[in-house]
């Protein structure tokens, strides 16, 4: 049975509703936040060097927090209220991200350190409001019209113009975090698979088929991008390429489009990063358009296991807002296991503190503005698992062993049988693969994280349970 959603509420204070304007042939953009309205630091204030492809960037964030490419009748009223991107200030960029209103899709834009001539003043994170007049007053700004930027934790504004403070109690939805946690881990998986100049990847926006909905497979041939619907070598897996053309606006001002597709299996998650001479907009693609990131599990693994506190104090050290947390410098500067750091990185960022930068392959720091003490709610399958290890429910047929008829190493398979409710449940691990005979697994496979039951089975072998 499906765990019920579990929602976080929050009150957010808004000085008022985020605008766009003119003054003396100056255009000033005030983007309103969510955070405590008086007594908050200022993150940036500057000037946007190019107005005009930067207010196109943003309006494309703005496009894919607003999409909606799958929607569950059930669900419609409460996806409509969420619309409001994240954005992190760091010394080297400012990062929008945000997510379709499905959760399928991931946008985020960097704006890098050329793109706004100002003062950097401090670092972190805040949620942004978004509203229609904004989106409405980006798309009038021309270049050679100065626009002036602030971004605070409690306000990004230059004058007030007299509006008045508005107050929104929020729905922040788990999906959300769960979210941010699995599409780090989708993208810790991709590898650059080709790139396309700005003109390839125009054309082939213009060119994408209409019915192209379920599985596709991309190759670069002869200065473009040949789609079929058989695998072939070299080509990437992808799910849903339609919604691509919610990056139509973006595209007029793109210079390169590098494609990055997964390299594990058959996999059909999608990253598009297009670059300008100074940002990037990345969008992440789910494996079909009706799969929401939220909903893949790909952490479950290393959050059932138990928490390494040397590697832990490690990866925790290394959060400084920098731009680039490097894996291989941590095992190397504290001796540490990479799977291990791994694990850790994984940890951290299903608390919404760490993201993943395809463009570098590394991880950067941001903070969401989710409470820690309710991440344990959001991961109903790793909660159920817990819950069958502390009521005793797994019993081991047998525990793994040496194989005489193995390579060297090799184990003999983990079987085990998991009690929930009044059914009983077989579990039989070899390696990396697993398999359970319960619905969950039945349906999705391995293909969106591991079953509570398999969880379950590795949480019990971990605390050292004995086979009876």
């Given at each position: 049975?499906?765990?019920?959603?579990?929602?976080?509420?929050?009150?957010?204070?808004?000085?008022?509703?985020?605008?766009?304007?003119?003054?003396?042939?100056?255009?000033?953009?005030?983007?309103?936040?969510?955070?405590?309205?008086?007594?908050?630091?200022?993150?940036?204030?500057?000037?946007?060097?190019?107005?005009?492809?930067?207010?196109?960037?943003?309006?494309?964030?703005?496009?894919?927090?607003?999409?909606?490419?799958?929607?569950?009748?059930?669900?419609?009223?409460?996806?409509?209220?969420?619309?409001?991107?994240?954005?992190?200030?760091?010394?080297?960029?400012?990062?929008?991200?945000?997510?379709?209103?499905?959760?399928?899709?991931?946008?985020?834009?960097?704006?890098?350190?050329?793109?706004?001539?100002?003062?950097?003043?401090?670092?972190?994170?805040?949620?942004?409001?978004?509203?229609?007049?904004?989106?409405?007053?980006?798309?009038?700004?021309?270049?050679?019209?100065?626009?002036?930027?602030?971004?605070?934790?409690?306000?990004?504004?230059?004058?007030?113009?007299?509006?008045?403070?508005?107050?929104?109690?929020?729905?922040?939805?788990?999906?959300?975090?769960?979210?941010?946690?699995?599409?780090q881990a989708s993208q810790a998986r991709m590898r650059p698979a080709f790139e396309l100049s700005g003109a390839e990847f125009r054309r082939f926006l213009r060119e994408l088929p209409q019915g192209v909905k379920g599985e596709a497979w991309l190759s670069y041939v002869g200065?473009?991008?040949?789609?079929?619907?058989?695998?072939?070598?070299?080509?990437?897996?992808?799910?849903?390429?339609?919604?691509?053309?919610?990056?139509?606006?973006?595209?007029?001002?793109?210079?390169?489009?590098?494609?990055?597709?997964?390299?594990?299996?058959?996999?059909?998650?999608?990253?598009?990063?297009?670059?300008?001479?100074?940002?990037?907009?990345?969008?992440?693609?789910?494996?079909?358009?009706?799969?929401?990131?939220?909903?893949?599990?790909?952490?479950?693994?290393?959050?059932?296991?138990?928490?390494?506190?040397?590697?832990?104090?490690?990866?925790?050290?290394?959060?400084?807002?920098?731009?680039?947390?490097?894996?291989?410098?941590?095992?190397?500067?504290?001796?540490?296991?990479?799977?291990?750091?791994?694990?850790?990185?994984?940890?951290?960022?299903?608390?919404?503190?760490?993201?993943?930068?395809?463009?570098?392959?590394?991880?950067?720091?941001?903070?969401?503005?989710?409470?820690?003490?309710?991440?344990?709610?959001?991961?109903?399958?790793?909660?159920?698992?817990?819950?069958?290890?502390?009521?005793?429910?797994?019993?081991?047929?047998?525990?793994?062993?040496?194989?005489?008829?193995?390579?060297?190493?090799?184990?003999?398979?983990?079987?085990?049988?998991?009690?929930?409710?009044?059914?009983?449940?077989?579990?039989?691990?070899?390696?990396?693969?697993?398999?359970?005979?319960?619905?969950?697994?039945?349906?999705?496979?391995?293909?969106?994280?591991?079953?509570?039951?398999?969880?379950?089975?590795?949480?019990?072998?971990?605390?050292?349970?004995?086979?009876?």
């Amino acid at each position: 049975m499906a765990a019920a959603a579990v929602d976080l509420e929050y009150t957010y204070r808004y000085r008022g509703e985020s605008a766009l304007t003119a003054d003396v042939g100056r255009t000033r953009l005030s983007l309103v936040t969510t955070s405590q309205p008086d007594c908050d630091p200022l993150f940036l204030h500057g000037n946007i060097l190019s107005p005009k492809r930067t207010g196109d960037l943003l309006i494309a964030v703005a496009d894919v927090v607003q999409s909606r490419f799958h929607i569950p009748a059930a669900m419609l009223a409460k996806i409509l209220r969420q619309s409001d991107p994240v954005i992190t200030c760091s010394d080297e960029q400012c990062r929008f991200e945000g997510f379709s209103a499905c959760c399928g899709a991931y946008v985020r834009l960097d704006l890098l350190a050329n793109a706004i001539d100002g003062e950097r003043l401090d670092r972190g994170t805040t949620n942004v409001n978004f509203n229609a007049p904004m989106r409405t007053a980006l798309s009038r700004v021309r270049d050679g019209e100065p626009m002036e930027v602030k971004i605070g934790a409690g306000a990004i504004e230059v004058e007030s113009r007299g509006e008045s403070i508005v107050e929104r109690k929020v729905t922040l939805p788990s999906r959300w975090l769960r979210g941010f946690a699995d599409v780090q881990a989708s993208q810790a998986r991709m590898r650059p698979a080709f790139e396309l100049s700005g003109a390839e990847f125009r054309r082939f926006l213009r060119e994408l088929p209409q019915g192209v909905k379920g599985e596709a497979w991309l190759s670069y041939v002869g200065g473009g991008v040949r789609i079929s619907t058989r695998s072939s070598p070299g080509a990437i897996g992808a799910g849903g390429i339609s919604r691509l053309r919610v990056l139509d606006t973006a595209s007029r001002h793109v210079d390169r489009v590098r494609v990055y597709g997964s390299m594990e299996g058959d996999g059909l998650e999608t990253a598009w990063e297009l670059s300008t001479p100074d940002s990037r907009l990345t969008l992440a693609l789910s494996p079909e358009v009706w799969r929401g990131f939220s909903g893949e599990g790909q952490l479950l693994d290393s959050l059932a296991e138990t928490e390494d506190p040397k590697a832990m104090a490690a990866v925790k050290a290394s959060l400084r807002w920098q731009e680039h947390i490097d894996v291989d410098e941590l095992v190397v500067n504290y001796g540490l296991d990479r799977d291990r750091v791994e694990r850790e990185l994984a940890r951290l960022a299903a608390s919404g503190l760490v993201g993943y930068d395809l463009h570098h392959g590394t991880y950067f720091h941001r903070e969401l503005p989710f409470r820690s003490e309710a991440i344990p709610k959001l991961q109903p399958r790793l909660a159920g698992a817990r819950k069958l290890v502390d009521g005793d429910s797994v019993t081991f047929e047998t525990l793994p062993q040496p194989s005489p008829w193995k390579e060297e190493g090799d184990k003999e398979p983990v079987k085990a049988w998991v009690r929930s409710g009044d059914v009983e449940y077989r579990v039989i691990i070899d390696g990396d693969n697993a398999r359970c005979t319960c619905v969950w697994f039945a349906k999705h496979g391995g293909s969106r994280g591991p079953c509570k039951h398999i969880l379950a089975v590795n949480m019990a072998l971990e605390r050292g349970d004995n086979a009876d």
